[in-house]
């Protein structure tokens, strides 16, 4: 297990693939992470580009995953 070092590239990679549906199980065999750690890193992400995306903040509904990020 690699814990929570990952680049930022894969992280990215977990959080757009956790958020357009892929089972977080499989996710985590495929980076040979802990599964629990797929929802911190997609839910870090979230909340970091949330609070940093001024077309979310505006609307102060954000969406599912904001297609700025993609």
């Known amino acids: 297990m690699r814990g929570l070092w990952l680049t930022d590239d894969e992280r990215r990679s977990i959080t757009?693939?956790?958020?357009?549906?892929?089972?977080?199980?499989?996710?985590?065999?495929?980076?040979n992470i802990h599964f629990v750690s797929i929802y911190r890193v997609a839910k870090n992400a979230h909340f970091t580009h949330y609070r940093y995306c001024e077309r979310c903040l505006s609307s102060r509904i954000h969406q599912k995953w904001c297609d700025k990020v993609k």
């Open 16 to 31: 757009n693939r956790y958020y357009a549906g892929s089972d977080p199980k499989e996710l985590a065999d495929e980076y």
